[in-house]
């Protein structure tokens, strides 16, 4: 195996660009020793990324706050800049593994690996999130709901890494969120599953909704189908059965031992029920 | 610590200069950059007061301080090492926040086996140094991350809530 560990992030680039197979980045670290560990990941070249200063920090860029890659989930919960735009998303990100790996996982590593359970997605797509994606051929953005292509597969090319998580400034404003998680204990789970949203609701009716859900899908994506009902159909007209109806135009469920799929469509129909009860309390 | 040059090796083990600060201490080692911190700290340098207990992040027996903040040591690997400040349990009782915890530990007899209680005192350590209170559910969410299969964390919580609440007193 070949560790390498580039100067800059034009080195780093450059030595993607070479499309050597079985190429893996090592961000934080706490996906990919794990893996290694278990046998599931063989990489025969590793490409160390985080001392990169291009891929950190957390700042306002017109229109979007710009997270870069290395960004931790420690340092979203705890960065003044986004609490102040985003305050729901930092309060998301808090139920995050444990202190400790707090202070490693990435963003860029959570969204990259492409896990069902990747906990920063859906709070991320329901804010309209973008990517920044880089290669020696240049920068582009993508939408986060676009990035996922499968299980475990995404639309990043072999020479690309993400450089930089984009949240439009105002992803929160005058909206309300939901966010909840399901899990065996409160520390360390990974998810059974996971609902996030955002909505406004006017004269009774959600005039803006969009949810996701976590560990559902081959990938955490939107609910597409249940947003459709849920913004063409008054707030009280929305029943259990309806929001059933919709939701099982939503799923490709996984099953797998955590739990099985008819546990994750009806816990997924409860977190629907909350998450709208919530938003007309308090509307 | 962009301070690395691009290191191209063909065969393994490859090694490389890792220099960091080790409880105060500039340390230079020579290893393999994806060496586990947790290996480097028992196996090369003899500091075993780091526990390893399930080697993938989810029980907190390593955990140690990095720039002030704990990490479980098990997935740090030692490039994330080079420039940066460790502290191990070895290092806390020279600082007089890190003694205070340990004896209102062992005050509020939140020790067993013991086997936790390195990484325990790491998260608390920590809490108290990010200017943490005496309430009771910060303690926990502050130690989510550290396993306990003895005491059931009453005796812990009391003894690092104690703790905060002199170290604020002094
Ligand atoms: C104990 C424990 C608890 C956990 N709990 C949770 C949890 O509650 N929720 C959850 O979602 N996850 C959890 N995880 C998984 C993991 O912590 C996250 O997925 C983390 O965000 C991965 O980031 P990293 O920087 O550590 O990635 P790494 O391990 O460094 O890398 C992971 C993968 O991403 C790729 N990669 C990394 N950065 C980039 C980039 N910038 N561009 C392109 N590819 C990249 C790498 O090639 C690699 O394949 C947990 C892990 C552990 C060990
Ligand atoms: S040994 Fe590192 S967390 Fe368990
Ligand atoms: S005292 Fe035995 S594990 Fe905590």
Known sequence: MNTLIPDSLGQLLELLAENIPGTELLAGGTDFNVQCRKG????NRVLCIGHLDELKGIRLDGEHLRLGALTTFAEVVANELLQGHVPDFCRALAHFASPPVRNLATLGGNIANA???ADSVPPLLVRLASLELRSVRGVRQLPLNEFFTGYKRTAMAQDELITAVLLPVNAEDGLHSYWRKVGTRRALTIAKLSLAGMGRIENGQLSECRLAAGALNEYPRRLTAVEQHALTTPLAAITRESLNEALRRD???IDDLRSDADYRFETCLNLLQTCLRDWSDHA | MSNYILKQFSQQPAMI???FTLNGETTTITTDPLRRLLDILRDDLGLTGTKEGCGEGECGACTVLLDGKPVTSCIVNAVAV???DVTTIE????????RLLIDCLYEAEAVQCGFCFPGIVMSALAYMRAGGIADNERIRAALAGNLCRCTGYE???KGVAEAC???RDL
């Not at chain 2, 290092?91 to 890190?98: E, K, L, Q, W, Y």
């Open chain 2, 155 to 157: 005796f812990i919580v």
């Open chain 1, 115 to 117: 896990s069902p359970t």
């Open chain 2, 91 to 98: 290092g806390v009782s020279a600082s007089p926040d890190g």
């Open chain 2, 17 to 19: 200069d890792i220099s």
């Open chain 1, 251 to 253: 799923i490709t469920p």
């Open chain 1, 40 to 43: 599931v990941l063989n990489p």
């Open chain 2, 165 to 167: 609440r002199r170290w």
């Open chain 2, 82 to 84: 080079h420039g940066h």
